[in-house]
């Protein structure tokens, strides 16, 4: 089997967005509850553990701030509260300049030259992902994108591979002709219970995360001229500088060979 279609992650794959996107929309979002809760760089890292800005919402309220909201239902607080942080984050997205990571413009004009299908596969809600796409990849790129699965596809967030599941359905192609591209070890799960062979690129919060299952560890996907560092990979393959439509296509065939 062929490589039909490169699957991206969205937060920390494409860009950071967690500590100066989604935490500082979270932190608004308590404000405008009226609520004095403020999740610092440090303690939304921890969070970050819980897929899902409206099951972190609850998480946290479950974990953290019990005594003080006794009798309040949480489901609807963090329900309530989320619909605050997505409006906050568009707000940001229009005004904070955002850039992809090393590689990710690179990589997707490759695969579109090749006629590889680009798709995406996140736990993050529609609403503020495609203005955020929009404007880190430009219209026409985003154009280029198909399908879109965001969490308001699916009733189980990753790490549970429905996300991923889904792409492959409305892709129409099996696993072994897929590869993700993810920044987290619930993204990695996710995608490994699809059976997709995936290229993790550590973000900022999780360069800790056990990546043991990923086909291939990098510090970036890379562009011309910025060597990169391969932390780990499963299968004899070549890395140049960078991760390359090559590089993908040699993984997939690796992963075929067994
Ligand atoms: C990372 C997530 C998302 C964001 C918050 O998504 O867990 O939930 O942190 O976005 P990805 P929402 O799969 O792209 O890494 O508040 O919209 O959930
Ligand atoms: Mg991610």
Redesign the pocket.
């Given at each position: 089997m062929s490589l039909k279609a490169v699957i991206f992650?969205?937060?920390?794959?494409i860009a950071e967005t967690?500590r100066d996107g989604?935490r500082v929309a979270f932190n608004r979002a308590f404000e405008a509850f009226g609520l004095e809760d403020c999740w610092d760089e440090e303690f939304y890292g921890e969070l970050?553990q819980v897929?899902?800005?409206?099951e972190?919402l609850k998480y946290y309220l479950d974990t953290y701030r019990t005594s003080e909201n006794v009798g309040r239902d949480h489901q609807q607080m963090a329900s309530a509260i989320?619909k605050l942080?997505?409006s906050a984050l568009i707000d940001i997205i229009e005004n904070l300049e955002i850039l992809p990571r090393p590689g990710i413009i690179r990589l997707m004009d490759e695969l579109y030259q090749a006629g590889i299908t680009i798709a995406i596969a996140?736990?993050?809600?529609r609403v503020?992902v495609e203005p955020l796409l929009k404007k880190i990849l430009g219209s026409q790129r985003w154009e280029r994108l198909c399908p879109v699965v965001t969490?308001d596809d699916v009733d189980r967030k990753?790490p549970d591979p429905q996300t991923y599941e889904i792409a492959l359905f409305r892709l129409g192609i099996t696993a072994s002709e897929a590869i993700a591209i993810e920044?987290?070890r619930n993204?990695l799960l996710s995608a490994f219970r699809a059976e997709i062979s995936c290229v993790i690129t550590p973000s900022s919060y999780l360069k800790k995360d056990d990546y043991s299952e990923a086909a291939l560890v990098v510090n970036e996907l890379g562009d011309p001229g910025e060597s990169i560092q391969v932390i780990s990979s499963r299968y004899e393959i070549s890395v140049d500088t960078v991760v390359s439509l090559e590089c993908l296509q040699k993984l997939a065939q690796a992963v075929k060979a067994g």
């Open positions: 992650d969205v937060d920390g794959t967690e989604h970050l897929s899902g800005g409206q972190r989320h942080k997505n996140t736990t993050g809600s503020w969490g990753k920044d987290s993204g």
